[in-house]
């Protein structure tokens, strides 16, 4: 399985290049990143982009399939545009090189709730690129939409507080949908499901990732 990932130097990107390095049926890693990340290892080939101009780097993007778990935060994004220029756009970019260069599978790190018809501008942003790279006609597009997640070392204060009321409703049994996951039990269920899903679109939302990622470890342990 040769791979692409954009997003690699993020929370979940980080976590499932770990994975797919150290994955005896992954032959080869290829990320697009703005800086190189610290990590070294002989199947992967790093490529400094500008996202900004595509024409420059939408010819490499190949493979069997497209990891696209790319994101950034309203603050530090610093407006809604910039956002959608990152959220939305730089992967839409990607996804429909991919396919343009005969990639059959794309991995989309979405958002629970996403629906281009939302009144929230992120969930609308989220359902608005679903919708987009859809389009793309991927003979298999395996879409996640996660919870909040937890990030290892973050030190965004909103987030945390949010993760901290909702487990606390989680604890009296409330919005169990909701409940916050780690990043690498994501990372491990995009790559359990990108090895055994079959053709067509699937869509996983809280519970059905996380089975996802108790699967994965499963079949790990039995190796």
């Known amino acids: 399985m040769k791979a692409s990932i954009i997003g690699a130097t993020g ?36 490529h400094l982009i500008d996202f900004d101009k595509p024409e420059q780097w939408s010819h490499l993007v190949k493979g069997d399939l497209l990891f696209s778990c790319l994101g950034t935060t309203l603050k530090d994004a610093g407006s809604k545009a910039a956002q959608w220029t990152v959220d939305h756009d730089y992967q839409y970019l990607f996804a429909k090189a991919a ?19 939302s009144p929230l501008f992120y969930a609308r942003m989220k359902g608005q690129l679903e919708e987009d790279v859809r389009k793309l006609g991927f003979p298999r597009l395996i879409i996640f939409r996660p919870p909040s997640l ?37 990372a ?20 059905a990732i996380a089975d996802a990622a108790t699967n994965a470890s499963i079949t790990d342990h039995t190796r």
């Open 150 to 186: 937890i990030r290892k070392k973050s030190d965004r204060k909103m987030e945390l507080a949010g993760i901290g009321v909702l487990r606390f409703f989680n604890r009296l049994g409330l919005f169990r949908s909701m409940q916050p996951m780690p990043t690498d039990l994501l």
């Open 188 to 207: 491990k269920a995009m790559l359990h499901a990108a090895k055994s899903v079959g053709g067509g679109e699937h869509i996983l939302e809280g519970k």
């Open 11 to 46: 929370a979940t990107g980080s976590d499932l290049l770990e994975l797919l390095l150290g994955d005896s049926e992954t032959e080869s890693v290829e990320i697009f990143v703005r800086r190189s990340p610290e990590i070294k290892h002989d199947k992967l080939t790093v």
């Open 99 to 117: 396919r343009e260069n005969g990639v059959g599978c794309c991995v989309l790190v979405s958002s629970v709730n996403a629906s281009a018809k």
